[in-house]
């Protein structure tokens, strides 16, 4: 989908995602956690909701089920939905496990 010929931040991604539906925790670079929703994951990264967004280009962890606390940066943010790069993509083990971890949504 594209507004005035240009894609959307959420189309600009290198592989495709699996849906999920998975409450969890992100704390910014100054410490904040906020609660948000993965709505989408890859083995480098995942788009959330989360009301109190972060700024793109802001580093922050996210609590992963089997994996435990994860660096990733936002890439961008729009309307309460971030999209975000795992500062190292997972390999295809700790993928599967976060998979298998997550409700599908």
């Known amino acids: 989908m594209t507004i005035a010929g240009q894609m959307l931040p959420s189309e600009e991604r290198s592989e495709p995602r699996e849906p999920v539906l998975y409450r969890t925790r992100v704390t910014g670079a100054n410490g904040v956690e906020r609660s948000a929703t993965l ?45 975000c790069r795992l500062k190292q993509s997972l390999g295809m083990s700790d993928y599967h496990l976060l998979l298998q971890a997550l409700p599908r949504g």
Do not use: Q, T, Y
């Open 39 to 83: 709505v989408n994951v890859s083995a480098g990264g995942f788009m959330a909701r989360c009301e109190d967004g972060f700024a793109e280009g802001e580093s922050i962890v996210v609590l992963l089920p089997r994996l435990g606390r994860v660096a990733a940066e936002v890439r961008w943010s729009l309307g309460g939905r971030m999209g």
